[in-house]
Nanobody, 124 residues
Framework: QVQLVESGGGLVQAGGSLRLSCAAS????????MGWFRQAPGKGREFVAA????????YYADSVKGRFTISRDNAKNTASLQMNSLEPEDTAVYYC?????????????????WGQGTQVTVSS
């Protein structure tokens, strides 16, 4: 497993932007597919975006497509989520997650490494 730490959450007005970062420890980060999930109060954990271990392919939930961009820098052991045109419905705790050597999945159970989460609040 890799250890993951998210940062970059905060409070933003609707229409604004935030960039979340996920810092990974360990020498095997480049072998992990990475995903971002979110969980709003009273709801289950929801898939947001994912990226292959090489960064060659990305996947998005329909609700964020065209607004969010996932990326990674294997040299720096980081993954990022650029969030633009934020909406109040995007308010949640955001988690980054890693899955060793697999095609990215939309299922949380496919990931074996998780960060502690970072709060994103979008005001209307």
């Amino acid at each position: 497993q890799v250890q993951l730490v998210e940062s970059g959450g905060g409070l933003v007005q609707a229409g604004g932007s935030l960039r979340l970062s996920c810092a990974a420890s360990g020498r095997t980060f480049s072998r992990y597919a990475m995903g971002w999930f979110r969980q709003a109060p009273g709801k289950g954990r929801e898939f947001v975006a994912a990226i292959t271990y090489s960064g060659g392919a990305t996947y998005y939930a329909d609700s964020v497509k065209g607004r969010f961009t996932i990326s990674r820098d294997n040299a720096k052991n980081t993954a990022s989520l650029q969030m633009n045109s934020l909406e109040p419905e995007d308010t949640a705790v955001y988690y980054c997650a890693g899955a060793l050597g697999v095609v990215p999945s939309t299922r949380p159970t496919a990931y074996d490494s998780w960060g502690q989460g970072t709060q994103v609040t979008v005001s209307s």
